[in-house]
């Protein structure tokens, strides 16, 4: 089965930059479709960024521009860079994988694989 193992989030100012990581085992990660979702308390999950097998990319309205989706391919990392994070950036954010390479990328049900969630916190 795939594994995905988030290593910690973070707090930051608004303003702030953080960087998430996501370390991805159990297959081969070039055949991976990639995402970050996030939920925050009260509302519904929200794909932030995804990333296809093929490299390309998508994002949210409300990342787009702010945040870019990267991976390593060596280390087998996926990355969330986030930049001039505000408040309603807070959220429990999963990174998550499916071989499903069809369909909208940030849908969140597409998604077999999910990491265990990390807190980021603007503030």
């Known amino acids: 089965d795939v594994q995905l193992v988030e290593p910690g989030g973070g707090s930051v100012q608004a303003g702030g930059s953080l960087r998430l990581s996501c370390v991805v085992s159990?297959?081969?990660?070039?055949?991976?479709?990639l995402g970050w979702f996030r939920q925050a308390p009260g509302k519904e999950p929200e794909g932030v960024a995804a990333i296809g097998s093929d490299g390309s990319t998508s994002y949210a309205d409300s990342a787009e521009g702010r945040f870019n989706i990267s991976q390593d391919y060596a280390s087998h990392i996926l990355y969330l860079s986030m930049n001039s994070l505000k408040p309603e950036d807070t959220a429990m954010y999963y990174c998550?994988?499916?071989?499903?390479?069809?369909?909208?990328?940030?849908?969140?049900?597409?998604?077999?694989?999910w990491g265990q969630g990390t807190q980021v916190t603007v503030s």
């Open positions: 998550a994988a499916t071989f499903y390479a069809y369909g909208d990328p940030l849908y969140a049900p597409r998604y077999d694989y």
């Open positions: 159990g297959y081969t990660f070039s055949s991976l479709c």
